[in-house]
């Protein structure tokens, strides 16, 4: 019943706020009239909203959750590839606060792999998927969590470019065993090791 979304202030920004809404409480379409309603109607709706502090955010759509908290893979959009790592940032979904700051690496054959899309598979689980240009492909890699160190390991690869844009949205079904991306009006779903079962569009 909890919807999250990240709030940024321009869209050069790389730095927002999770907004949390309980929509159960807040009842459909309410909240657009939150500039007009009376103050016991707001006092109801802004019950029903948490806003978090500002916090790194990248571009965010690197943005998931998990049973008990939120992940953001807080990257530099504007970095085709880097050395650097990738930074993952777990909040806490009560209190919309930063619990846990982490970094991750991903090579392949000693070449880095700079993250723009991944999702958590569990809160151990990081799903990570890399546009591999030169070989017109995707890579997805899944990132496990050993003590405190997070391990990849090359999955599977998707033999597309899927779209000239960049992807906008990537998510995984634990009970399909399924990823879900979204670029512009269509969504792909794929298997773990690659391969595409359908394609689907959207207006």
């Given amino acids: ?73 807080a990257d530099n959009n504007k970095l085709k590839n880097s050395e650097q790592s990738d930074e993952l940032i777990q909040v806490d979904k009560n209190t919309l606060q930063v619990q846990r700051v982490s970094s991750f690496k991903i090579t392949n054959d000693y070449t880095a792999r700079y993250i723009h899309n991944a999702t958590m598979g569990d809160d151990n689980t990081i799903y990570a998927l890399f546009h591999n240009g030169g070989y017109g492909c995707y890579e997805i890699y899944q ?5 405190n160190a997070w391990k990849p390991t090359e999955i599977g690869a998707i033999n597309s470019n899927l779209s000239n844009s960049p992807i906008q949205g990537f998510t995984y079904s634990a009970k399909k065993h399924q990823f879900y991306i979204a670029v512009n009006d269509g969504i792909f779903r794929v298997r773990k090791d690659g391969k595409i079962l359908s394609t689907h569009k959207y207006h």
């Fill in 143 to 147: 990132v496990k969590k050993s003590g």
């Fill in 1 to 73: 019943g909890w919807m999250y979304t990240l709030y940024y202030k321009n869209t050069t920004d790389s730095r927002a706020r999770i907004v949390a809404y309980n929509l159960r409480a807040l009842g459909r379409f309410e909240s657009q009239y939150i500039n007009n309603c009376s103050y016991g109607k707001f006092k109801h709706l802004a019950g029903a909203i948490k806003v978090g502090p500002e916090i790194k955010a990248g571009h965010g759509q690197a943005f998931s959750a998990t049973n008990g908290h939120l992940y953001i893979v």
